[in-house]
């Protein structure tokens, strides 16, 4: 099943370091097989922050999603996110296609 990494982000400052951020994300992505499901585009902050953004990245399965976030060249480049930008990040595998809400009830 494929896993995700799912942002939620307010308050970039868009200014050098979010730039080269942007530039070299992308090359930390490909050899764990990590795609873009959602990110810019538009994007409605109905709960939160007005200037909220959402970042949704698809992997093949959560163990690659795992190790791209602890990859040495991903490392590298986090602070400059996380020092211009507020928010979440969170490591999720798919739920599957049959789930339904209260099946985080079990176990």
């Known amino acids: 099943m494929p896993g995700y990494a799912i942002a939620h982000l307010y308050d970039?400052?868009?200014?050098?370091?979010?730039?080269?951020?942007?530039?070299?994300?992308?090359?930390?992505?490909?050899?764990?097989?990590?795609?873009?499901?959602?990110?810019?585009?538009?994007?409605?902050?109905?709960?939160?922050?007005?200037?909220?953004?959402?970042?949704?990245?698809?992997?093949?399965?959560?163990?690659?999603?795992q190790d791209w976030y602890r990859s040495e060249a991903y490392q590298a480049i986090l602070p400059l996110r996380t020092g211009n930008a507020r928010g979440t990040a969170i490591l999720a595998e798919d739920c599957g296609k049959d789930h339904v809400s209260t099946d985080v009830l079990e176990g």
Do not use: C, M, W
């Open 12 to 65: 970039v400052d868009i200014n050098a370091d979010i730039v080269e951020y942007l530039e070299r994300i992308d090359s930390t992505l490909a050899p764990f097989g990590g795609k873009f499901l959602v990110h810019g585009g538009n994007q409605l902050s109905v709960e939160g922050p007005e200037n909220a953004l959402a970042v949704v990245i698809e992997f093949p399965d959560y163990q690659a999603v």
